[in-house]
């Protein structure tokens, strides 16, 4: 008995995802997603129910756990999309690998402070504090698309800026990329999110960081 059922939940659950093959069954579970992540950094994840969800964008509970398991699921899936999505600028960022680094920093800089300062980056952000400790793999994933994205990408030219002799040798690209990260997006984006004005222009704040940071990292740059 048990393995038939079990047979037939499997045949339940392979008929329900096939629905969603369909351009039509792809779209509802598109717009059910976009629905259930603006619900859920609105209000939370403890505060959305399915049966507001539903009533939103319809569907049902059954389509629910049969493609997602559940509302854990649903939040899990419509956070992790949500990630890759603004995780792509940042990925796809093409740092010069001559001229200026200056130059090349600060073009990288903007693209940065663009991303993290969204309205809804901060909402993720805030979300990911609020839900870490029920949700860690998560909250991983969150800062795995944003700060850690941002700093694999910018290791990269600084190895090859180290390699080039244009800066310092003898620490890891990996932990000077983090730190050149972290010194241009935790003050504006901590003003951002708890509704502190900037305190200079976004401009003036990622200059000064980085003549800071080329002033102790450059090795044959004059500043």
Same mark, same amino acid.
């Given at each position: 008995?048990?393995?038939?059922?079990?047979?037939?939940?499997?045949?339940?659950?392979?008929?329900?995802?096939?629905?969603?093959?369909?351009?039509?069954?792809?779209?509802? =579970? &598109?717009?059910?997603?976009? $629905? #259930? *992540?603006?619900? /859920?950094?609105?209000?939370?994840?403890?505060? @959305?129910? !399915?049966?507001?969800?539903?009533?939103?964008?319809?569907?049902?509970?059954?389509?629910?756990?049969?493609?997602?398991?559940?509302?854990?699921?649903?939040?899990?899936?419509?956070?992790?999309?949500?990630?890759?999505?603004?995780?792509?600028?940042?990925?796809?960022?093409?740092?010069? =690998? &001559?001229?200026?680094?200056? $130059? #090349? *920093?600060?073009? /990288?800089?903007?693209?940065?402070?663009?991303? @993290?300062? !969204?309205?809804?980056?901060?909402?993720?952000?805030?979300?990911?504090?609020?839900?870490?400790?029920?949700?860690?793999?998560?909250?991983?994933?969150?800062?795995?698309?944003?700060?850690?994205?941002?700093?694999?990408?910018?290791?990269?030219?600084?190895?090859?800026?180290?390699?080039?002799?244009?800066?310092?040798?003898?620490?890891?690209?990996?932990?000077?990329?983090?730190?050149?990260?972290?010194? @241009?997006?935790?003050?504006?984006?901590?003003?951002?999110?708890?509704?502190?004005?900037?305190?200079?222009?976004?401009?003036?704040?990622?200059?000064?960081?980085?003549?800071?940071?080329?002033?102790?990292?450059?090795?044959?740059?004059?500043?």
């Amino acid at each position: 008995m048990a393995e038939k059922s079990t047979a037939h939940v499997r045949r339940s659950r392979s008929l329900c995802l096939s629905k969603h093959r369909t351009p039509k069954g792809a779209a509802r =579970l &598109s717009a059910l997603t976009d $629905a #259930a *992540l603006e619900m /859920f950094l609105d209000q939370g994840y403890e505060a @959305v129910s !399915l049966d507001t969800l539903i009533s939103r964008v319809g569907g049902s509970r059954r389509n629910i756990y049969c493609h997602f398991g559940g509302k854990e699921g649903l939040f899990l899936a419509a956070i992790t999309a949500m990630c890759e999505r603004l995780a792509e600028p940042i990925k796809s960022a093409r740092i010069p =690998l &001559s001229g200026d680094p200056a $130059a #090349a *920093l600060l073009r /990288f800089g903007r693209m940065l402070l663009k991303t @993290v300062l !969204l309205p809804r980056t901060l909402d993720l952000k805030r979300l990911m504090v609020a839900e870490a400790s029920r949700f860690p793999d998560l909250a991983q994933t969150i800062w795995t698309a944003g700060h850690q994205q941002a700093a694999i990408v910018l290791a990269g030219w600084m190895a090859q800026q180290q390699s080039a002799g244009v800066l310092r040798k003898g620490r890891p690209p990996l932990l000077l990329a983090r730190q050149f990260v972290d010194l @241009v997006v935790t003050d504006a984006q901590l003003r951002a999110q708890i509704g502190i004005p900037a305190a200079f222009d976004h401009d003036v704040t990622l200059s000064a960081a980085i003549e800071t940071f080329l002033q102790g990292q450059a090795s044959i740059i004059k500043l």
